[in-house]
C-alpha cells in the first residue's frame, strides 16, 4: 500500500535501462555514431542499430556518384540501392517499363547504352538482395535456396571474370564471396572447392582494396575461415572497415580469440581495432588495453572510445551508490552473480566491507586513469580536448575540484557541441564545490552555467520519455545530465544548510534515487503530491519547513530561486500538514496541534488520501483487538486536527486524575491512542505519509537496501515509537501498574501488551536477526516453538475472572490455549 | 432420443442454410489476419442477421516475380477465425495480376502455374476446413466445473462428442469448395495466356467448378475480349469510372454508367453479379490521383481542414494541411468522397435483376464493420432476388 497513486507500481518501481546509473561523462563526445553500441550502458549492444547514421550505405552511394559523376543525384542512387525493391527494380530493367522510376536520375544513367553493364551488375545485385529478404520457395516446394544462390554465386564469379571495369569487377567478386558464403551458409559447413572460391575472390579483388564492400566482404570472409587466426583476422578487418557490421562482428569474438590474434599479428591497424575491441569487451578495468591502443596510435580513432568507457565505469561504481543510493548495476550483478546465491534478494550482510573495499580500489583506479590520460593529451592531436576533459571529469569524482577547474580553465571554449556541453557540466560541478553556493554570486554563476546547457538543449529529467528511448544508448545515458547536475547541486545547498533550496532542487531533478518519494508519475504532475515534500519530510526539519513557506510568498525572488521554484506549489496547508506531522512524530503535541487549528477543517477530508487512511473513530479506540470497544464515528468529518486535540484531551485528563484507578482508565486511552498511531495503527497517517506491508518483519529499515520497498522513512528515525512500540508498551505497563484495583482495565492493558509483544518479537531486535532471505513477517518455522508472550500467560493466570477475558477467549483462539 | 440425436441436429445446423429469397446471399471477404472475440461475435451476428449463407475468401494473390522468373505468391490469409464459419459455404478467391501473363514465357507457363496453384489451393483448403472442423466442435461446450459431478467423465464425453463431429463433418464435406474463382483483369494482349491456364486449372480440378470476375468491359466487348473457358462468371458491377480522372463523380457505381454496359445478348456463360459497400475518398492534388483513403468520410474531419465544394460531386477542398495516418495532405488538395447510396445500390440491383436473368448468388464487396450500414438495404435486395 503506497499512497496515493493514480498509476502506481503495485511491485514497486521497475528501473529503466540506466535509470539507476550516475553518468555525467557523456559517451557520445567522442562523436562517432558507429561506436555508439560499444558505450559503457546498460544497453551495451541490446539496444540501438548498428551504424545508425547509415555511413556505410551513404558511402557505397558515394563510391557509385563517383563512377555516374555528380549528374547523378545521389539521393537517387539511394533510391534504388536501399529503398526500392528487388522486384520493382528487375521489373524496369527487364521490361523497360520503370514506371515511378522512370524520373530517377540514376535510372536514367543506368539505361544509357554505355552503362549496360553497371545496369547488369545492379540486376545481379538485386537478385542477390531478393535471396535474402524473400523466399526462394514460394510455393512451398521444399526447393532448396542453395540451388538459387549457387546459381548467383556462378554468375557474379563470371562477371567478375568477364567485366573489365574495375569497379564492377570488385563488386561482382563481393557479390560472389556473398552468395558463396550464404550457399554455404544454408548447407552447413562450406566445402572446401567454395572455400576456395571465396578466398581466391576475397584475395585477388577485395583484400586491401579501398571500398566499404571490402570490409563487407571481409565479414563472409572471416566467417567460412577453418582456421582460427585467420577467422578472426578477417573479422576483425570487417569490424575496423565497415561500420554496419560492427556488432555482429564483435559478437563473434571473445576476448580469447583477440588476444590470440595479438600475439601473432603485424598489420598495425588490424592491431588497433583488436585492441579496441578488446578493450570494449571487458567490463572491469581495461587501462592497460588504452595504454597499448594510444602506444602503438596516439590518435587512435578508438580511443575516444576507450577512455570514455574507463570515465563512465569509475564513474558508475562511485558515483551511482554515492549519489543515487543505487549500487552499480552491471557490479552488484556480477557479485551475487560469482556468490550463485539463490535469487537476488538476498542481502549479503559482508557487502558493505566489500563496498568499502572497492571503493578505495576504484578511487586508485581513477587516479592512475586520470594520471595517463593527462599525460597523453598532449600527444592525442584531434582528442586532445576530450581527454582533457575526461582527466578533468576524473578529478571531480575524486572530490578533487581545485585540479579540474584548473584543467577546464586551460581549455578554450570547446567548438564542437557535444564537447561544449561536457565542458560546462564539468564547470558547474566543480563551481558549485568550490564555491559557497550560499551566496548570491555564486548562485548567479550558477544558473548562468545551467542556463548556457539549456540552451544547448538540455533539460531536466522526464522519464516517461527516457523510457520511450529506453533503446536509444545515447539518448538515455544524456537525457538526465541536467537533472544530475540539480541533484549533485542538492546535495550541496543540503551541506551548506540550506534544507528549502536543497528540497526544491532535488524535486525539480525528478531523478530516481533510492528513496521513497512516492512510486507515481501521474501524482507528480499535480500540486498536492507526496513527490512535493519527500525530500523535506525525509530531512527537513518544522523550521525548514516554515522557510519553505516563506520561499512560496516571496514574490521577489532572485533568478535562481525562480529557477529552482515549481510550476505549481501545493497550498500552504499542505506543508502546514508536514511541520505538524513533524511536530508529531517529536511528541511535540501541543504544538503540532496549534499548527493543525490554523489549517482549513475540511482540509484532511478533501486533500490527498488522509479521508481513506485516517479513522473519524476515537484516537482512543483499538476496534476489535479489545472486546467491547467502540468502532462508532466521533468526528464529524477526516481531521488530524480532531483526532489530536483528543489526544491532548486525554493528556490533560491523566494531569488532573485524582485516583489510581481514574488516572489508569485515561492511561489505558492514551496507549491506544500510541498504538494506533504507531505502524500497526489504523491512525498511522498521523505520523507518516505512506505505509507498506514489507516495512517490518525484516529489518529493511535497518538495511542500506532499501529498493524498491517504502522503507519508513522518515519513520526509521522514531523507529522505537513508530515499529517498537516503545510509548504504547510504556503506557500500557503504567495502565497495568496504575490498575491494581481495577481488574478490567488491568485485563485490557494486558491483552494489549501481548499483543505489542508479539508484535515487537516478530522484529529482528525483539528476537534473534532473521536468517538471510526471509523477508516476511516472522512466522515459526517448522520444530520451532509459537511464541507466547509472558504478558499473555499472566493475562491467564490472574485475570480469566474479567469480562474482558472472558469476551476475549471466546473469539479468539490464541488468548484462551497456547 | 438417442445419443446420435443431438449430433445430428449439430451437424445439420452447420450445413443446412435457408436464406430467404431465392439465389444464394455471398460476401466477399478480403480481409487478412486474425480477428478478436469481439470481431467474432459481431462477425456471427452480422452473418445471422443479413442471412449470409456464403463467402467468396480471398486465399491469395498471385504475381509474377522478376527476380524468380515465374509467378509468386504474395499475399495468402490465414484461417485462425472466418466468418464463412457462420455460413458454412465458401469460394476460394486467387487475384492474378494481368502482368504475370504478360510476362509469362514459353508454352508451358500457364499449365506449370496451374499445377502449382493447384497445390497450394490444396493445401491451403485442407487448413481451413481443419479450422472449420475445429470452431464447429469448440461449440459443443463443456459444463461449469464448479457444478458438474464427475468432471472428467463429462470431458471424456464432451470430447468425444466434438471428435464424432469432425468425423461426420469431415466425411460429408468431401466436396467443399465447390467451386474456385479466378480474379484477373486480362487484357487482349494476355488473354490466350489466361485462357490456357484457365483450361489447365479446370483439368488439374476436376469435380470443381471454376468461375472467374468479369468486369463489365470484357462483359460488354466479349467478341474482342473473348469468353473464359470456365464454368461461371461473376459480373462484378463496380469500379465502372476511372477512379484518376479528376472529372469522374463516382468511380464506384453510377446506375447511369451501369446501364451504358448492359442491355446486350445475354452471356455465353451463366453469371453470379457482385454489388459495392464500400467507400472510399479519392485524394487528388491539381488534378492527379495521390491514393485512395479508405471508410474515410471527409465531411467529418471538419471545416477546419475541409470545405465542401460547390456542385453536385461530392468534393472537399483541403484547406489546411493536414495527416491521415501516413498520408500528408497539404492544403488545395481534393478529397472525393465516393460512397454507394441505398438508393443506387437497390436502383442498381434491380437493374442487374431485369438484365443478367438466371443469378445463382448476389455478392456483396466487401465484408467489413462499415456494412452494418446498409443492412437493411442488402436485406432488401435478397428479398427481391
Known sequence: MLLPYTAGWSCGPILGIDEARFDLFRPNNAGSSPLEPFYYTEAFLNGGTPDPEGKDNARNCAEWQAITGTGVSAADIYTIQ???????????????????????????????????????????????????????????????????????????????????????????????????????????????????????????????????????????????????????????????????????????????????????????????????MKGANTVGPALDDLKVLA??????????????????????????PEALGFESALRTNAFYQTRNWDGSHAYDTIYTYYANLRRSKDRAYAAELRNFLEAHAVRSGPHHTYLLLAAAHLYSIEGDFKNAQKILASIPEPTTRALKIQWLIDLAVAEMHLLNVRTPQAQKALLARISALEELGLRPYDRLSSWSDEHNDAKTETGDDLSEILLLLSRRFQKAGDVVRASLLYTKAGLTTNHYDSFSWDENDTSVSYASIAYLDRVGEPADVDSLVRFKRDMERSAFDAYLAPAHWAPDAFYHDLK??????????????????????????????????????????????????????????????????????????????????????????????????????????????????????????????????????????????????????????????????????????????????????????????????????????????????????????????????????????????? | MSRAAPLLFLLFSFLGCT????????????????????????????????????????????????????????????????????????????????????????????????????????????????????????????????????????????????????????????????????????????????????????????????????????????????????????????????????????????????????GGKKYPLPLDVALPTFRWSAWHRNGTLQGLMHNLAPGALGTNHVQRMDGPTAQYRIVRDTIIGRDYLRAGDVLRDECVLPETLKAAAGLLRSEVPGVRRTAFFHWEPSIADYASTIQEIYRGQ
Open chain 1, 295 to 320: 602506444i602503438a596510435d596516439s590518435q587512435s580513432k578508438y580511443l575516444p572510445l576507450l577512455a570514455g568507457r574507463e570515465v563512465a565505469k569509475i564513474e558508475d561504481w562511485l558515483l551511482s
Open chain 1, 580 to 818: 505538524g506531522t513533524m511536530l508529531f512524530r517529536k511528541g511535540r503535541y501541543r504544538e503540532a496541534l496549534a499548527v493543525f487549528e490554523a489549517m482549513p477543517d475540511d482540509f484532511w477530508e478533501t486533500t490527498y488520501a488522509y479521508r481513506d487512511y485516517l479513522p473519524r473513530t476515537s484516537i482512543a479506540s483499538v476496534g476489535t483487538l479489545q472486546p467491547g470497544s467502540s468502532v462508532a464515528k466521533v468526528h464529524p468529518v477526516t481531521s488530524k486536527e480532531a483526532l489530536l486535540r483528543e489526544m491532548v484531551g486525554v493528556q490533560d485528563s491523566i494531569a488532573i486524575a485524582r485516583t489510581p484507578s481514574v488516572k489508569a482508565r485515561w492511561m489505558l486511552k492514551w496507549a491506544h491512542a500510541q498504538y494506533n498511531t504507531s505502524y500497526y495503527g489504523k491512525a498511522w497517517m498521523l505520523f507518516n505519509y505512506g505505509n507498506s506491508s514489507r516495512e517490518t518483519g525484516s529489518g529493511w529499515y535497518e538495511s542500506e537496501e532499501h529498493w524498491a520497498y517504502f522503507t519508513g522513512e522518515p519513520s526509521q528515525r522514531y523507529a522505537a515509537r513508530y515499529y517498537y512500540l516503545r510509548d504504547a508498551i510504556a503506557a500500557y505497563r503504567e495502565t497495568l501498574r496504575l490498575a491494581s484495583r481495577d481488574k478490567e482495565t488491568a485485563a485490557t492493558a494486558l491483552l494489549m501488551l501481548a499483543h505489542c509483544d508479539a508484535l515487537v518479537h516478530s522484529e529482528p531486535k525483539g528476537k534473534k536477526p532473521l536468517p538471510a532471505g526471509v523477508y516476511y513477517a516472522y512466522q515459526p518455522r517448522n520444530g520451532e516453538e509459537k511464541y507466547v508472550s509472558p504478558y499473555l500467560t499472566m493475562l491467564r493466570k490472574m485475570y480469566a475472572g474479567t469480562a474482558l477475558y472472558q469476551q476475549a477467549s471466546a473469539t479468539c483462539p490464541d488468548v484462551a490455549v497456547d
Open chain 2, 19 to 262: 436464406s430467404e429469397g431465392q439465389g444464394t446471399h455471398s460476401f466477399y471477404y478480403w480481409k487478412g489476419g486474425a480477428a478478436s472475440t469481439d470481431e467474432e461475435k459481431r462477425d456471427d451476428s452480422l452473418a445471422q442477421a443479413l442471412g449470409v449463407d456464403h463467402f467468396y475468401i480471398h486465399f491469395l494473390d498471385v504475381d509474377w516475380s522478376e527476380a524468380a522468373g515465374e509467378p509468386v505468391p504474395r499475399f495468402t490469409t490465414g484461417f485462425s477465425y472466418n466468418p464463412y464459419y457462420a455460413a458454412h459455404d465458401y469460394t476460394p478467391v486467387v487475384f492474378i495480376t494481368s502482368r504475370t501473363f504478360e510476362r509469362m514465357k514459353g508454352d508451358a507457363g500457364p499449365d506449370s502455374l496451374a499445377a502449382k496453384l493447384t497445390r497450394k489451393l490444396t493445401l491451403m483448403t485442407a487448413d481451413l476446413e481443419e479450422h472449420y472442423r475445429s470452431n464447429a466442435a469448440q461449440r459443443i461446450e463443456y459444463p461449469d466445473y464448479s457444478t458438474a459431478q464427475d468432471y472428467s467423465t463429462v470431458s471424456a464425453r464432451i470430447e468425444q462428442r466434438r471428435d464424432s463431429l469432425k468425423a461426420a463433418l469431415q466425411k460429408s464435406r468431401t466436396a467443399y469448395p465447390g467451386e474456385v474463382q479466378i480474379d484477373c483483369d486480362w487484357t487482349t494482349g494476355t488473354r490466350d495466356r489466361y485462357f490456357a491456364f484457365l483450361k489447365a486449372l479446370k483439368a488439374r480440378l476436376p469435380g470443381r467448378e471454376i468461375s472467374v470476375t468479369v468486369r463489365l468491359y470484357p462483359y460488354k466487348y466479349r467478341k474482342k475480349m473473348g469468353v473464359p473457358p470456365v464454368d461461371r462468371g461473376l459480373l462484378m458491377a463496380y469500379n465502372l469510372s476511372p477512379v484518376t480522372n479528376a472529372a469522374t463523380s463516382n468511380s464506384i457505381l453510377e446506375v447511369a454508367e451501369l446501364k451504358k454496359y448492359l
Open chain 1, 82 to 276: 536501399y529503398t526500392t525493391a528487388p522486384d520493382d527494380f528487375l521489373r524496369g530493367y527487364n521490361t523497360g517499363q520503370w514506371e515511378a522510376l522512370e524520373k530517377n536520375s540514376f535510372v536514367q544513367w543506368l539505361r544509357q547504352p554505355a552503362h549496360q553493364n553497371a545496369a547488369r551488375y545492379l540486376a545481379l545485385a538485386k537478385r542477390a538482395e531478393w535471396t535474402q529478404t524473400e523466399s526462394t520457395d514460394p510455393w512451398g516446394e521444399g526447393r532448396l535456396p542453395s540451388a538459387d544462390l549457387q546459381a548467383l554465386a556462378h554468375e557474379a564469379e563470371a562477371g567478375y571474370y568477364n567485366e573489365k571495369d574495375l569497379f564492377l569487377k570488385t563488386r561482382y567478386a563481393f557479390q560472389a564471396v556473398k552468395m558463396w558464403y550464404y550457399a554455404g551458409y544454408h548447407t552447413g559447413a562450406p566445402d572446401s572447392p567454395r572455400l576456395m572460391r571465396i578466398n581466391t575472390l576475397y584475395d585477388s579483388a577485395l583484400l586491401g582494396r579501398p571500398t566499404i564492400v571490402a570490409g563487407w566482404a571481409a565479414l563472409y570472409h572471416g566467417m567460412v575461415q577453418k582456421d582460427s587466426i585467420a577467422h578472426v583476422r578477417s573479422i576483425v578487418r570487417a569490424f575496423d572497415l565497415s561500420e554496419e557490421k560492427k556488432v555482429f562482428a564483435f559478437q563473434q569474438l571473445s576476448r580469447d580469440d583477440l588476444e590470440a590474434l595479438l600475439r601473432v599479428e603485424t598489420d598495425p591497424k588490424l592491431r588497433l581495432a583488436a585492441i579496441a
